[in-house]
């Protein structure tokens, strides 16, 4: 079991919910890997905490797919499929290709420079080799074309989705190889909505999540070719 990461504080939050944020983030950001086993005594140890807010969060991971109970091991860290992935990636195309056109036509000028602005700081992020701040500055760019519908029932449908769809963006987002397509991918995106061009914007859009799409299985099929799944 790796031992890169350490029990995260946060002010206001019961030690329970804090052990399963820290947990939770560990297996988003690819510190706990799929496929690797979650022992309590390992992990209470680690955290410096019990062991009841330990298996308290390996419940709520479990509810939410990031954790698998198999049976003989115990709880295992849930691993990347092609099966998983099409399907957070079918909804996420819908969705990014309506809020592509939406932001089309309802984009304000503050917000449109807003989003030249984070289009520029994620290629900056980019040069760095910290994935971390490139997903954050990935995220920011999207949450300000998000932002621009108005729509908070779409938001919310998004929102829903986010989680899901950040384990599988960061294992893209590590691979340096792509950070040049995805800086032109950005760069695309915002030439169609600047220009208020609905079907450019939603090719645009749906072919970021395409490329996403092919690219990660491309690594889960690689991944099983190797046995590091």
């Not at 991971?61 to 990031?66: A, H, N, R, T, Y």
């Not at 990014?96 to 030249?116: F, G, M, N, T, Y």
């Not at 984070?118 to 300000?144: C, P, Y």
């Not at 030439?191 to 939603?202: G, S, V």
């Amino acid at each position: 079991m790796t031992d890169d990461f350490n029990l995260i504080m946060e002010d206001f939050l019961p030690l329970r919910d804090v052990v399963f944020n820290t947990l939770r983030r560990a297996i988003l950001t690819g510190q706990l890997k799929p496929g690797e086993r979650l022992m309590e005594v390992h992990l209470a140890n680690k955290l410096g905490v019990s062991r009841t807010p330990i298996r308290e969060a390996i419940r709520k991971l479990e509810l939410e797919g990031l954790v698998v109970m198999v049976p003989r091991k115990g709880a295992e860290v849930a691993k990347i499929s092609e099966k998983s992935l099409k399907d957070v990636l079918e909804v996420r195309r819908a969705l990014d290709e309506l809020i592509a056109e939406l932001a089309c036509s309802r984009i304000s000028s503050e917000q449109l420079k807003e989003l030249k602005e984070a289009a520029e700081a994620f290629e900056r992020a980019t040069k760095t080799e910290d994935t971390a701040s490139i997903a954050r500055a990935d995220v920011a760019f999207h949450d300000i074309i998000m932002e621009s519908t108005g729509n908070s029932r779409l938001k919310q449908l998004v929102n829903n989705l986010a989680e899901q769809m950040y384990r599988y963006r960061f294992v893209y987002l590590k691979d340096e190889t792509k950070h040049g397509m995805l800086v032109k991918e950005h760069s695309m995106i915002y030439d169609a909505i600047k220009k208020k061009d609905k079907e450019a914007a939603a090719k645009a859009a749906r072919e970021h999540i395409d490329n996403q799409e092919k690219a990660i299985i491309a690594h889960i099929r690689m991944e099983k070719e190797y046995g590091n799944d």
